[in-house]
Each structure stands twice: as structure tokens, then as C-alpha cells.
């Protein structure tokens, strides 16, 4: 878990890593525990932005709810790098339209 400072007291303590040195260590590190397996990114803006931005995810999935918030977190700003995408596969459900992307490299 990304974080500035590790709280004081933690419910179910043991399942949880908190890395306080940014997103790429904790990307990193997530990868070391997962092995092969596969590191799922999930969290607000700030983290989403950055992971963008350092080129770190394999593939991007974007959830649109048929609501319209009037705020909020920004997740992709006029800040942040372009990156092409392919998109893979898009899934419609009754409560969201499901978008999976590949960066193109």
C-alpha cells in the first residue's frame, strides 16, 4: 500500500505492506511478492497518474459508471504523459461499460 506514513495500528496488520518511497518501489516490490503471479494497481488518482505516467502498467482497465460526479479526484490530467493504447476488449453490463487497454510500446 502507497502511503506517506505507516498508521499506527493496522486491522489485519499481516496482509498489508506499506511502502512509503512512491509507487514505482511499491510496484516493484508487489511484483517480488506476487512471483509470477499477476500485481493488480488499484487506488485513487494520484497513484493511477503515476503509474501511467512511469510506463509501469502491462494493461489498463478504465470502469464508467453511467453517473456524472461534479468532483473529485481527477484520475488523468493535462499533466499527464500521452500514451497510445490498444484497447482489448470492452464489456457492457448494466451498471458499467468495462474497458481493458495496452499501452503500445
Not at 486491522?11 to 517480488?32: I, K, N, S, Y
Request: charge should be positive.
Amino acid at each position: 500500500m502507497v502511503t506517506d506514513a505507516v498508521p499506527d495500528h493496522v486491522r489485519l496488520a499481516g496482509r498489508f505492506t506499506f511502502v512509503t518511497t512512491g509507487v514505482a518501489d511499491a510496484v516493484v516490490r508487489a511484483g517480488e511478492a506476487a512471483g509470477a503471479g499477476k500485481v493488480v494497481v488499484m487506488g485513487g488518482g494520484q497513484v493511477a497518474r503515476e503509474v501511467v505516467r512511469l510506463r509501469l502498467a502491462d494493461e489498463i482497465r478504465l470502469h464508467v459508471a453511467p453517473v456524472l460526479l461534479g468532483a473529485g479526484t481527477r484520475r488523468f490530467d493535462a499533466t499527464a504523459v500521452p500514451m497510445p493504447l490498444e484497447q482489448v476488449a470492452a464489456v457492457r453490463t448494466a451498471t458499467a461499460t468495462h474497458l481493458t487497454y495496452r499501452p503500445r510500446r
